[in-house]
């Protein structure tokens, strides 16, 4: 399939260690954050989100941390596995306006290596 | 979340000719999106689409060029108009399921050459 990372920043870890994928986001009103998970040839695959009352929220072997002082986002993988390789995109959206599209950030290409 | 399919899951067209890509999902959802993801990029969002009323289009895209449909809660279509190689991209279909959360169809690759 074709790939979605030729132009994405490149994360590699090594197979069983832990990876931390940064986002910045641009609106200071979001209120709510997504991660996605895109394989090669397929849609965006929902992974984690956090809203803005909370700075941290725990999934299975994923954490999502907002520093909403400095708009920033993080995902944690824990043991990376080789079916975690993939673009990772952080995704915001402000809900005071109603119902409204995500903002995506730029996205991040994790490499595990075996 | 929610079963969402799209047809065609590929396609390669001349330029100035259109594309309409159809979007199903499993279950009824008010809020349906588009949104384009060109060559090693992130994604972008189209349009909102709600059934009933028009689509509300993002600044840089205009309805003459992505003319939207959402005749019932299961369904709608994207069509590309008047197409020219820098329309080649992957375009996605969303839906909105709870709080704001958001899944995603598998995509429609679109090659316009």
């Known amino acids: 399939g074709e790939s979605v990372g030729l132009h994405l920043p490149t994360l590699s870890v090594q197979e069983g260690d832990n990876s931390i994928i940064n986002c910045a986001y641009s609106?200071?009103?979001?209120?709510?954050f997504i991660w996605y998970k895109q394989e090669s040839g397929k849609g965006p695959q929902f992974i984690i989100d956090?809203?803005?009352?909370?700075d941290k929220r725990q999934g299975q072997r994923v954490t999502v941390l907002l520093n909403k002082t400095v708009k920033h986002l993080s995902l944690q993988i824990a043991a990376t596995q080789p079916g975690d390789s993939a673009v990772y995109f952080c995704?915001?959206?402000?809900?005071?306006?109603?119902?409204?599209?995500?903002?995506f950030g730029k996205g991040t290409h994790l490499i595990i290596q075996p | 979340s929610a079963v969402i399919s799209q047809k065609p899951s590929r396609d390669i067209c001349q330029r100035g000719t259109s594309l309409t890509i159809q979007c199903q999902v499993d279950?009824?959802?008010?809020?349906m999106f588009w949104y384009r993801q060109q060559p090693g990029q992130s994604l972008t969002l189209i349009a909102t689409?709600?059934?009933?009323?028009?689509?509300?289009?993002e600044s840089g895209f205009v309805i003459d060029k992505f003319p939207i449909s959402r005749p019932n809660l299961t369904f709608s279509t994207l069509t590309v108009s008047n197409m020219s190689p820098e329309d080649s991209s992957i375009y996605l279909c969303?839906?909105?399921?709870?709080?704001?959360?958001?899944?995603f169809g598998p995509g429609t690759r679109l090659t316009v050459l």
């Open positions: 969303s839906v909105e399921r709870g709080y704001n959360e958001q899944f």
């Open positions: 609106n200071s009103a979001s209120d709510y």
């Open positions: 956090i809203r803005s009352n909370m």
């Open positions: 995704a915001e959206s402000y809900s005071g306006g109603g119902a409204d599209g995500l903002t």
């Open positions: 279950s009824q959802v008010t809020m």
């Open positions: 689409a709600n059934q009933g009323s028009e689509a509300t289009y």
